[in-house]
């Protein structure tokens, strides 16, 4: 049995498409060891059917957590036994690369994103030339990867002439169970799911419920805009009608997204990493069966237009944006959610995954 040691910079628990991998080779014959790091004192309970380890670090963001991290990670892979090694996302790449040519192991490459055009890195040119530097150096020597979207591959195909498979984010197929809320109201719900970052459209969605008045805009999810974005909305008198849920886990947010009667992915174009986005978020509000009203950008337009799931945002104004709100009411897209939430699962998606595996160069 080959032994993959997965590794991603996060604390494993809400990381579902590394789940689902380590899941889907799991229960095709592989031996999984899921690697990953602690930034809190709170150690959360991990229940999976492969193996996970997650090591403590003394700083939990910026330059010295990625640096901690990857010296650390190095010297686990360095001595750890391994058939595979797969990295998820550039700052995880380093380590297993090294590794990777020193003891002759199969590399495997994940791109969730395209790490070095995050939102966060626009105005550090000085940390952002290290990510890019880093991509420059090894993605040209990859010879198994793949990413979440058409965009993303073609953005490496053609800065680095390297091919990458496509594995969409997609979820697990699943029925719609919901969860009763912690409040109650007989207003219809908005709600964004995810981290509540830089560039996700939600000043301008919050802004928006000015204009809507049987709604209400619910917030799932932590984030580094979090503090501001509940200071906006107390200085604009919107508390009872934008709430701020908390992160939660992925069981609870299933239950509690069938609750609205619209899902939103707002997301600004921020660079190429949101220009190129396609959220998975997008793809729990088909299972949860509740339409999508989401940015013209192009792979999330795609999903939305080709499968009838909801709208494209025609013009980013909060009066605009409230009055397409309304136009989606007088519409049905059940039957296209129905179809969409058969089509668009893990387990037709899983097949890329098994057949690169099975095949490694």
Partial sequence: MKKIIVSVSNDLITDQRVHK??????????????????????????????????????FTNGFLFYAEFNVRLFFLLLFSKKDILLSNDVDSLLPNYLISRFQSKKLVFDSHELFSEIPELVDRK????????????IIPNLKNAYTVCESIANHYRENYNTHFKILRNVPFTRSVEKKELQFSTDKKIIIYQGAVNLGRGLELMIDTMKYLEDYIFLIVGKGDILQSLQDKVKKENLVDKVLFYGKVTPSELKQITPNAVLGISMEEDLGLNYRYALPNKIFDYIQAEIPVLCSDLPEMKRIVKDYGVGEVIIDRTPKMIAKQIQQMEEKDYHEQLLKAKQELIWENEESVLLELFDNLK
């Fill in 21 to 58: 991998v380590c899941s889907s080779l799991h229960n095709n014959g592989y031996s999984v060891l899921l690697m990953g790091c602690l930034k809190s004192k709170r150690k959360e309970l991990l229940t999976r059917t492969y193996q996970t380890k997650r090591f403590k670090v003394f």
């Fill in 126 to 137: 000085l940390v952002k030339n290290i990510w890019l530097f880093l991509e420059k150096k």
